[in-house]
């Protein structure tokens, strides 16, 4: 999209001068404090002497880099403290006196070990929200378990579901969906958090399991028949799970092309010259007999859709009324002509590995607008800027440093 100037007078966001402390790692922790960051918060990203494990995958993963710890780290600051270390622990509670948020997906129970519980926090600062990103709820039996993307797709029927609409075997989605979606929705449990935090004035624990957030993106619309006592029928909403819901083929091709209203049935049969069948073919009454037979009409869409060229059907469908796309891959995604308009893909210079490709924040602000304010930090690129912030003296700095309870780094040297 395009990029929107802030004036100076402005904030940098929705989110500026709030402070986050980002003891989160991998996908869904680092998902939701980049979002934050994005908006304008202070993100300080709190990692171990070998630094969040996705610096190394990918390529330039032999300098901490890696693509997928660029998509998940920009607009923060790198801060290395060696937890295993109480001077380390005391630093990070210094730390969190004057921050905002604490975020973390190490399991609870892990962090009472290290003095860092929510009740500690708390106490060190009442008006801290406590962002805890756990696998499954504390107050049931898998309290303890260890949880990961794929683990939660099973745990949750994604995996069977996905399998079973494509006639094959459980399989997990190629995306991590579990991780970002969870990640999204820490995101607005902290800011409602933060919110509720001005009208009171007091922080709070907040806990944010994958395994019951995740549970609704499933059963929501697969509970189905089951949602009633005695139950109305089985699980899985028809029209989800039918073999022939996909992309259609066309001579060309393939496109979504979605024909779902009263209204999308009345253009596509008309169009294709077979209006008759709205008065003689009773599975075309309404959406109830149309999700009852959805297979048997998905198959006559697919049917008439190869017939035709993808630039005829999008010529001779109103594209205004009914949903039809091509389907794009990941190649032709990064040349949508809707996307280079409004200058989602942005080319921005990282002062390490070069020319980097980004998204864009996809939300567009009429005042308090986000900007790229950060590249992705080093390991312990701010470590020392951090503690001298936060009213350390710097012989403490030093001796913090000496110790080996923070590590301190400079960016590496640029590999362009």
């Not at 980004?358 to 312990?380: C, F, I, K, M, N």
Request: glycine residues 8%.
């Amino acid at each position: 999209m395009t990029p929107q100037a802030a004036s100076p007078t402005q904030p940098a966001g929705p989110l500026a001068g709030v402070r986050v402390l980002d003891l989160t790692t991998v996908f869904m922790g680092p998902s939701c404090t980049q979002l934050l960051g994005d908006l304008g918060a202070d993100v300080v990203k709190i990692e171990a002497p070998s630094g969040d494990s996705t610096r190394s995958i990918g390529p330039c993963g032999d300098i901490g880099l890696g693509p997928l710890f660029l998509g998940l780290n920009r607009n923060k600051r790198s801060v290395v403290l060696d937890l295993k270390q109480p001077a380390a622990v005391a630093a990070l509670l210094q730390l969190a006196r004057d921050a905002d948020v604490f975020a973390t997906n190490v399991r609870p129970a892990a962090m009472r070990r290290l003095g860092l519980g929510s009740d500690v926090l708390l106490a060190a600062n009442p008006r801290l929200i406590y962002a805890s990103m756990v696998g499954f709820s504390q107050r049931g039996p898998y309290a303890a378990k260890a949880a990961f993307d794929d683990m939660i797709q099973a745990a949750t029927g994604l995996a069977a579901v996905v399998g079973e609409a494509a006639g094959e075997v459980p399989r997990y989605l190629p995306i991590t969906i579990a991780d970002r979606s969870v990640g999204l929705y820490a995101f607005g449990v902290i800011s409602a958090a933060l919110y509720a935090r001005e009208r009171t004035g007091r922080g709070q624990s907040v806990e944010i399991p994958m395994f019951e957030t995740m549970i609704p993106y499933v059963l929501g619309d697969h509970l189905y028949g089951r949602t009633f006592e005695p139950a109305r029928g089985d699980f899985s909403y028809p029209r989800l799970m039918s073999p022939n819901r996909r992309p259609y083929k066309t001579r060309d091709g393939y496109v979504c092309c979605l024909i779902y209203t009263d209204r999308h049935w009345e253009l596509f049969l008309n169009a294709i010259g077979k209006g008759e069948l709205l008065k003689t073919d009773p599975r075309l009454a309404n959406i109830r007999t149309r999700t009852q037979a959805i297979d048997a009409l998905y198959q006559l869409v697919a049917d008439e859709l190869a017939q035709r060229s993808t630039a005829e059907w999008r010529a001779l469908l109103p594209e205004s009324e009914i949903p039809i796309f091509p389907m794009h891959t990941f190649e032709s995604l990064l040349h949508d002509e809707h996307l280079q308009q409004t200058g989602f893909f942005q080319h921005t210079e990282h002062p390490v590995v070069g020319a980097v490709l980004e998204t864009a924040v996809p939300s567009e602000w009429s005042d308090t607008v986000p900007r790229h304010q950060r590249p992705v930090p080093a390991l312990g690129q701010h470590t020392t800027e951090v503690l001298r912030e936060a009213g350390f003296a710097p012989a403490d700095i030093d001796a913090l440093l000496a110790s080996g309870a923070a590590r301190a780094a400079k960016p590496p040297s640029s590999t362009v």
